[in-house]
């Protein structure tokens, strides 16, 4: 009887050290949460992204427009 008290004090010393382990560990693990978070921040990053990226493009294709039919009207 001793010794499986023994055993289990042995291995209950070694629990409790790998169980501080872990929990030190979780300090700098992401939750589900904060992925979450993560998530819809980049998909409102992105879709503003290309929100501006289609304006520019809009953009510049007017003024090219422009500039070509200033150019052909004027210049002759």
Do not use: P
Not at 1 to 13: G, P, Q, W
């Amino acid at each position: 009887m001793e010794t499986r008290i023994s055993a289990l004090e042995a291995a209950n010393l070694e629990t409790r050290d790998r169980l501080a382990r872990i929990e030190t560990r979780l300090d700098s693990v992401a939750t589900k949460a904060d992925l979450l978070d993560v998530k819809a921040t980049l998909h409102q990053e992105i879709n503003a992204q290309t929100w501006k990226l289609v304006t520019f493009v809009c953009s510049f294709g007017t003024a090219l427009v422009a500039a070509t039919y200033f150019l052909a009207k004027h210049v002759a």
